[in-house]
RNA sequence: UCCGCGAUAGCUCAAUGGUGGAGCAUUCGGCUGUUAACCGAAGGGUUGCAGGUUCGAGCCCUGCUCGCGGAGCCA
């Protein structure tokens, strides 16, 4: 691997890879190879490798897969501090007119060529960057005892009953909808193990077109039995807290590539600010905006909430009106659910939504029936009122919101391998 | 769904209503330390589609298609 050619200094070795950019002048030739792992600099000298080989290096082309054995030495002209001076070049296979020049491209040739596009080291250093944020996730919930639940991705109704959902046949049972959240069956879980969570991809039908959705994207859901709205934001900063430090520790380099400013993602600490819906609404008053009580959150007002404080924030105690059927209302003001929003610094919105639960049956089944939806298919999330009900909260982080916050991205698309858009589902 | 902007070489972009160009990529030549290398040369075009105005349309008008930015909805 090309990240641990340094330890080989002064020996002799092979590498395999593809080749990222090439130089010449005269005599000499510059290969730049890729593995995945780093970028090596490889030297060819005119007399130092035979004509012939000498000759191929100036005749391949971007992206050729190419075997190279040389000598590794230390050299501080070339990127990464060590460069190969080349005895031997093995053509695996070859490649010509790569589309995707060193130069600048437009989005839409880039998207269009995605499956070519995540070769350069911009996208190879967001991906590396994704992955260590689904590790962090993986491994904050598995050192707390969580369990993980996989939950179902086709389902025979709406979970909440608000977004536009896609739909297929389902042989002789009807209809059945890609899920656009796991947590109904993520509370069932909760109710035999204790602290569960499930991640996945979702899905939404919604014709939303802007720099911060996508059609199908991956969510994480921890549910909690006896935990209230409090101890779920304890939970959320917590683990914020831990993803942002993981990558900070792992990944600085990635985050360099993309020229990320590191000094936001650095206060990442707990606590985080907690505010209520109703400070919130002051907030936006007094920066001039004409927000009347009652409104959800829009993308605007969530970006001049979050300008006001140096790290992600807590929005909570929403009208319940705005807000799902199975958020608890708060005792104290029924106007108000026990919900939870956390906003990402930088103006990248809702990362994180949250609530404690509705745990009374007689509660639930009432909201049902004023969210006009059908008792028969909620039956069964009843149920979990019926034998044994605890107060429980949960909350669910898009992860590729994350990603798109700690890697500065300008629109979520980057974020995700094939991102899946209202207008593109190719490649 | 609504508002705004755009579509010219493989790519990124120029071109006053009057003979469509440049850089990169490709091919050929030059250069023994290049950093998106550089220098010289060559090939490369039904200007998104359909119609209209005009002596003449890449440019003006209408419709359509596709894309981009934003709004709403949401994570």
């Not at 944020?133 to 598995?142: C, G, P, Q, S």
């Not at 705005?322 to 026990?338: R, S, T």
């Not at 509660?363 to 034998?387: G, Q, T």
């Not at 300008?410 to 391998?417: K, L, T």
């Amino acid at each position: 691997m090309i990240k641990e050619v340094g330890k080989f200094a002064g020996q002799e070795v092979t590498v395999k890879g593809w080749l990222y950019n090439k130089r010449s002048s005269g005599k000499i030739k510059f290969l730049i190879l890729r593995d995945g792992t780093g970028y090596l600099q490889c030297i060819f000298f005119k007399g130092a490798v035979s004509e012939e080989i000498f000759e191929i290096a100036d005749k391949i082309g971007q992206e050729s897969a190419l075997e190279i054995t040389g000598k590794v030495r230390a050299e501080g002209r070339a990127p990464g501090g060590f460069e190969l001076d080349a005895t031997n070049l093995k053509v695996i296979s070859e490649s010509h007119e790569f589309p995707i020049t060193p130069k600048d491209h437009g989005i839409e040739f880039l998207m269009d060529n995605r499956h070519l596009w995540l070769r350069s080291n911009r996208q190879v250093a967001i991906l590396k960057i994704r992955h260590r944020i689904t590790k962090a996730i993986r491994d904050f919930f598995d050192e707390r005892d969580f369990i993980l639940v996989d939950t179902p991705i086709l389902t025979p109704a709406a979970c909440e009953g608000t977004s536009t959902l896609f739909e297929t046949e389902y042989f002789d049972l009807g209809k059945a909808y890609l899920t656009q959240s796991g947590q109904l069956y993520a509370e069932a879980n909760a109710m035999a193990l204790g602290k569960v969570y499930n991640f996945g991809p979702v899905f939404r039908a919604e014709k939303s077109k802007t720099r911060r959705h996508l059609t199908e994207f991956w969510m994480v859901e921890p549910e909690v039995a006896f935990a209230d709205l409090n101890d779920n934001m304890n939970l959320a900063e917590e683990f914020l807290e831990y993803i942002v430090q993981s990558v900070l520790q792992d990944r600085e380099e990635e985050l360099k590539v993309l020229g990320r400013d590191l000094t936001m993602l650095k206060n990442v600490k707990r606590p985080l600010p907690r505010i209520s819906y109703d400070e919130a609404v002051e907030i936006l008053r007094k920066n001039g905006i004409d927000f009347e009580w009652g409104n959800d959150l829009g993308g605007t007002d969530e970006t001049i909430i979050s300008n006001q404080f140096d790290r992600p924030v807590m929005v909570h105690r929403y009208p319940s009106a705005v807000k799902a059927f199975y958020m608890k209302h708060d005792p104290e003001n029924d106007k108000f659910a026990l919900a939870v929003d956390v906003l990402a610094p930088e103006g990248y919105g809702e990362i994180i939504g949250g609530s404690q639960r509705e745990d009374n049956f007689d509660v639930l089944l009432k909201r049902i029936e004023e969210h006009n939806l059908p008792r028969e298919a909620f039956e069964w999330y009843l149920d979990l009122r019926k034998y044994g009900s605890v107060p429980h909260s949960g909350f669910g982080l898009g992860l590729e919101r994350t990603v798109s916050w700690i890697c500065g991205l300008e629109h979520v698309r980057e974020s995700i391998p094939f991102p899946r858009m209202i207008y593109r589902n190719t490649p």
